[in-house]
């Protein structure tokens, strides 16, 4: 066992718990930074234990599993806790100077802290109950910052949100229930090796769409009817957040799920995913074509991205294994960054609406140079980080016979390339649509999370070879689930 397992859940939760008590802003903000930089060091300790020692566990109390809570930290999850820090840590420091003196009295602090628990329990649990409990954590603390200020669209977004969560966590606990019912134990590891005993069929195949349902509306994997909507009322430095952090831990548990559960019958439940994922990138790629703002534009861009990540679930080869690693990280760096660059601009302009924007990169050059990058990032564009996610990814499908979705793959990143230069054009370049030396300048203190972020995506497409050890290791554990039931199951 490894007390180091815990730490990046612990660290934020102390935090948050601390920052209750603190009334002074400028508290809050050293607090907060120090514990996400803290949490940075603790992720990149744990990745460099899982990588010269394999799977690390930590039973609860000492409960040996089954029985009893157990976090497990294989090297899928690690890179994903080491990702949520460093976009925590970002995030947090754009909000010092765009989030507002209301909002950070209001505990914007400690509930962005609660937020990060929720997130990296999920990464870290090993038992599918205390993945509710996290999910839980994650939502509770999104429904106070989504809703925080409490502008008209803010109230009016939430209600949507709100009841859209509370209708997938009954689901969820009920599927929980339903399962223990069927197979007797809750923990991960024990559930793969009994579904293979009882073989997936029947009222296991029931069960599976049931968790489907679940994480899919959680990640906006074709239920993504609330994300655009939702998404648009909070704050840049929540929506990032939210875009880079949220969905992706729907999309964690589906691939979770299915590559250590529910594994056994991909005609059935592979096919199922095939079609979804299809549908997201499809209808996610006309609505970011479709819209002429700035914010829709955006936020269409994750549901592609969700069923594109949905295309290497399907493909399920060791190619597209590895793929979904890189792209995750990609993705959930790639996206935050996204949103607080149009959170910027959109606060400088005012408006969210291309036809209100035009010329302004003689205004604002780097802010233009910055979203073009991330664009070329997001459509895969050699050599930034979307890149060798998206080829592995590719080439798994191929490999995998999956042609007419790694088919509809490639459109939707055509699509989402297309979209955002529309939106980069629209905004940087044409006539100047009010006088400039009117537009306020953007605070520098908003380009140091930004740059930093951006020197991610870069350094994770130039760095991809140093990187690539890491992310076979994490895929050979989703290719092969008994890597990951040994070691859970050890003793």
């Known amino acids: 066992m490894n007390n180091l397992v815990v730490m990046p859940l612990l660290i934020p939760l102390v935090t948050a718990i601390v920052l209750i008590f603190f009334r002074s802003i400028m508290a809050q903000r050293v607090i907060s930074t120090i514990s996400l930089l803290l949490n940075v060091a603790v992720s990149v300790s744990l990745i460099a234990d899982v990588h010269r020692n394999g799977i690390q566990t930590l039973y609860m109390s000492g409960w040996v599993p089954p029985y009893g809570i157990i976090f497990v930290a294989d090297m899928l999850a690690a890179l994903l806790v080491l990702t949520t820090t460093v ?120 069960l599976a769409v049931l968790f489907l349902i679940v994480f899919s509306m959680k990640a906006g994997l074709f239920l993504f009817f609330w994300l655009p909507g939702s998404y648009s009322a909070p704050p840049a430095a929540i929506v990032a957040l939210f875009g880079g952090l949220l969905t992706k831990v729907g999309l964690y548990a589906i691939i979770r799920t299915f590559t250590l559960i529910f594994y056994h019958d991909p005609n059935f439940t592979h096919t199922l995913i095939g079609w979804m994922a299809a549908a997201t990138m499809l209808l996610g790629g006309l609505g970011a074509i479709a819209y002429r703002d700035v914010n829709r534009i955006l936020l269409y861009n994750i549901v592609i991205s969700v069923g594109f990540i949905g295309l290497g679930v399907v493909a399920a080869t060791p190619e597209a294994h590895e793929g979904l690693v890189f792209y995750l990280m990609h993705d959930m760096v790639a996206k935050a960054l996204l949103f607080l660059i149009g959170g910027a601009l959109v606060a400088a302009v005012g408006s969210s609406k291309l036809k209100e924007m035009g010329g302004l990169i003689a205004r604002y050059p780097a802010l233009g140079w910055m979203f073009f990058v991330t664009a070329l990032a997001i459509a895969g564009v050699p050599p930034l980080s979307g890149f060798i996610g998206k080829l592995l990814i590719v080439q798994g499908g191929l490999s995998g016979q999956v042609y007419v979705l790694t088919a509809i793959g490639l459109i939707s990143s055509l699509l989402a390339l297309y979209s955002l230069m529309m939106a980069f054009m629209g905004c940087f370049w044409g006539e100047r649509q009010s006088a400039q030396s009117e537009l306020p300048p953007i605070s520098k203190g908003l380009f140091v999370p930004m740059a930093g972020l951006l020197a991610v995506v870069v350094l994770l497409g130039l760095g991809a070879e140093w990187i690539y050890p890491y992310v076979a290791s994490a895929g050979e554990v989703l290719s092969d689930p008994q890597i990951y039931v040994d070691a859970v199951l050890k003793e």
Do not use: W
């Not at 205390?130 to 999104?142: A, G, K």
């Open 87 to 206: 976009i925590g840590t970002a995030c947090i420091i754009y909000a010092f100077g765009s989030i507002g003196e209301a909002r950070e009295k209001h505990y914007f602090y400690p509930l962005a802290q609660f937020l990060l628990v929720g997130i990296i329990g999920s990464f870290l649990t090993g038992d599918i109950f205390n993945l509710f409990v996290c999910f839980e954590v994650m939502l509770i603390s999104s429904y106070s910052l989504i809703t925080l200020g409490g502008s008209k669209l803010q109230l009016r977004e939430s209600i949507k949100y709100i009841l859209v969560n509370i209708v997938g966590s009954t689901l969820f606990v009920a599927s929980v229930a339903y399962l223990y019912a069927t197979l007797g134990t809750l923990n991960m590891a024990h559930l793969s090796e009994r579904v293979a005993e009882a073989g997936q069929g029947g009222m296991l195949n029931v």
